[in-house]
């Protein structure tokens, strides 16, 4: 089970202490008996099914789940980038929920009723904690995977980032040609949530550098990534500072005053330098992006909207009401 999945789980099961009448039954692939999924299903008369990591679903129990007559849609958390195998995923689902705003009308225009639903924090696992260890400590961090637009802005930044106490944490970092000047602050593996969020709370500003649309050359329709990442909330949810690199629905989720956005190295380094010389505003700043995030853009506060979205989905079909059973 990913991240993600523990992350939407745990918050469905909150939300069923919480909201009367609503249950949840869970079923792991890699744990239970795919024997038994069919009966579990017809034992638990759900209002709806929804299906995690996808690829890994075998189309045959969709298409059965769907004779049995029980809508089952299919949650995709990586679009744009892999819109080209999504197109074949979704083909046997009822319904589809994307964490991309630009994907919903592509889905649609497929037949399929869609969603979306943005990522989100799980705020047990992202918290503040102003006391970590100062091997934790640096001017600027970065969390992530070296992909191309990653890899081109920190080689410009590497004459400027040389002189500071920095962190760049990930997979594919060697790819880096300043990579000799910059190995010294990198960690160049991925790292468990309980590390992340311990570089998060120790840095002055962290750096958040949203991937291009098409990283993968799967995008075919050339769909623009408009939704931040989750990254966005979980950096905002330690009460860090951050420097967003912009997506066009940026200001949808923060203020300007909530969250510092950038684009190009040269704005980006401008910014860092800025920031580093006025610890009050980043201060400032990060509390009302933290605000925002508890109250606004936790696990929680999404799946209670998928729930109600899913009522209305429901209640057009059938004219019933109330969402009863979602697996």
Same mark, same amino acid.
């Given at each position: 089970?990913? =991240?993600e =999945?523990?992350n939407?789980i745990r918050?469905?099961?909150?939300?069923e %202490?919480e909201?009367?009448?609503?249950?949840l039954?869970?079923? $792991?692939?890699?744990k239970?008996s795919s024997?038994?999924l069919?009966?579990?299903?017809?034992?638990f008369?759900?209002?709806?099914?929804?299906?995690?990591?996808?690829?890994r679903?075998?189309?045959?129990?969709?298409?059965a789940i769907r004779?049995?007559?029980?809508?089952i849609g299919?949650w995709?958390v990586?679009d744009p980038y892999?819109?080209k195998t999504?197109?074949?995923?979704v083909?046997?689902y009822?319904?589809?929920?994307?964490?991309?705003a630009?994907c919903?009308?592509?889905y649609?225009?497929?037949?399929?009723t869609?969603f979306?639903i943005?990522?989100?924090?799980n705020t047990?696992?992202y918290?503040?904690n102003?006391h970590v260890p100062?091997?934790?400590?640096?001017d600027?961090?970065?969390?992530?995977?070296g992909f191309p637009?990653r890899i081109?802005?920190f080689?410009?930044l590497?004459?400027?980032l %040389?002189?500071r106490r920095?962190f760049?944490i990930?997979?594919w970092?060697n790819?880096?040609?300043?990579?000799p000047?910059l190995k010294r602050?990198?960690i160049?593996?991925?790292i468990?949530?309980?590390e992340?969020t311990?570089?998060y709370?120790?840095? %002055?500003?962290?750096?958040?550098?949203?991937?291009?649309a098409? =990283?993968?050359l799967?995008?075919f329709?050339? $769909?623009?990534?408009?939704t931040p990442?989750?990254?966005?909330?979980e950096?905002?949810?330690c009460g860090?500072?951050?420097l967003a690199?912009?997506r066009p629905?940026?200001?949808r989720?923060?203020k300007?005053?909530?969250?510092?956005?950038?684009?190009g190295?040269?704005?980006?380094?401008? %910014?860092?330098?800025y920031?580093?010389k006025h610890p009050?505003e980043?201060?400032?700043?990060?509390?009302?992006a933290y605000?925002r995030?508890?109250?606004?853009?936790t696990?929680?506060?999404?799946?209670t909207k998928?729930i109600?979205?899913?009522n209305e989905?429901?209640?057009k079909?059938n004219?019933?009401?109330?969402?009863?059973?979602?697996?």
């Amino acid at each position: 089970m990913t =991240d993600e =999945d523990y992350n939407i789980i745990r918050a469905f099961r909150q939300l069923e %202490k919480e909201r009367k009448g609503f249950k949840l039954e869970v079923f $792991l692939l890699k744990k239970d008996s795919s024997s038994t999924l069919l009966k579990r299903i017809k034992a638990f008369r759900p209002d709806a099914v929804l299906v995690f990591k996808g690829f890994r679903f075998p189309h045959r129990y969709v298409t059965a789940i769907r004779k049995m007559g029980y809508r089952i849609g299919v949650w995709l958390v990586d679009d744009p980038y892999r819109l080209k195998t999504h197109y074949q995923l979704v083909q046997p689902y009822a319904f589809v929920i994307t964490q991309e705003a630009s994907c919903v009308m592509f889905y649609r225009q497929m037949g399929k009723t869609c969603f979306h639903i943005p990522l989100a924090v799980n705020t047990q696992k992202y918290t503040p904690n102003p006391h970590v260890p100062s091997k934790y400590h640096s001017d600027i961090c970065f969390v992530g995977s070296g992909f191309p637009v990653r890899i081109k802005m920190f080689d410009k930044l590497a004459p400027y980032l %040389k002189y500071r106490r920095f962190f760049i944490i990930g997979q594919w970092w060697n790819r880096l040609k300043h990579y000799p000047v910059l190995k010294r602050g990198i960690i160049n593996q991925p790292i468990p949530p309980s590390e992340v969020t311990k570089y998060y709370n120790g840095a %002055k500003i962290v750096l958040n550098i949203h991937r291009t649309a098409n =990283d993968r050359l799967e995008n075919f329709k050339n $769909l623009p990534a408009l939704t931040p990442n989750n990254r966005t909330f979980e950096i905002a949810a330690c009460g860090a500072f951050q420097l967003a690199s912009y997506r066009p629905h940026l200001r949808r989720y923060y203020k300007k005053d909530e969250l510092v956005a950038f684009s190009g190295w040269k704005e980006l380094e401008r %910014k860092i330098d800025y920031y580093l010389k006025h610890p009050h505003e980043r201060r400032e700043i990060s509390e009302r992006a933290y605000e925002r995030t508890l109250s606004h853009h936790t696990y929680e506060a999404r799946l209670t909207k998928l729930i109600e979205t899913l009522n209305e989905y429901i209640w057009k079909e059938n004219g019933k009401t109330g969402i009863r059973q979602p697996v």
